[in-house]
Nanobody, 121 residues
Framework: QVQLEESGGGLVPAGGSLRLSCAASGRVASSYAMGWFRQAPGKEREFVAAISWSGGSSYYADSMKGRFTISRDNAKNTVYLQMNSLKPEDTAVYYC??????????????WGQGTQVTVSS
């Protein structure tokens, strides 16, 4: 069993930045590829970014490339999502997930409770 807890969401003006954190606990959490998904009101949950267990490989949805950066610190069992140049359309609940199937961006069984990101225009 793996527990995931997100933090770092909030309200930010367009063009601003936020850093989300996902603290993982439980069995073999540091060996999982992990990622972020988001869900905006009235829309389906979508892939944002993912990172391999070692941190050596990362993947992004096209609309996030160049603006978002995923990283991890396995010593702290924590994954981060640095979000820059935020746009109102980035407004959503952001969820941490593991273990992510990297190249196909398919989420695994474990989800956090989500953290709200709101970008004002």
């Amino acid at each position: 069993q793996v527990q995931l807890e997100e933090s770092g969401g909030g309200l930010v003006p367009a063009g601003g930045s936020l850093r989300l954190s996902c603290a993982a606990s439980g069995r073999v959490a540091s060996s999982y590829a992990m990622g972020w998904f988001r869900q905006a009101p009235g829309k389906e949950r979508e892939f944002v970014a993912a990172i391999s267990w070692s941190g050596g490989s990362s993947y992004y949805a096209d609309s996030m490339k160049g603006r978002f950066t995923i990283s991890r610190d396995n010593a702290k069992n924590t994954v981060y999502l640095q979000m820059n140049s935020l746009k109102p359309e980035d407004t959503a609940v952001y969820y941490c997930n593991a273990p992510v199937r990297l190249r196909v961006a398919v989420p695994g069984d474990y989800w956090g409770q989500g953290t709200q990101v709101t970008v004002s225009s």
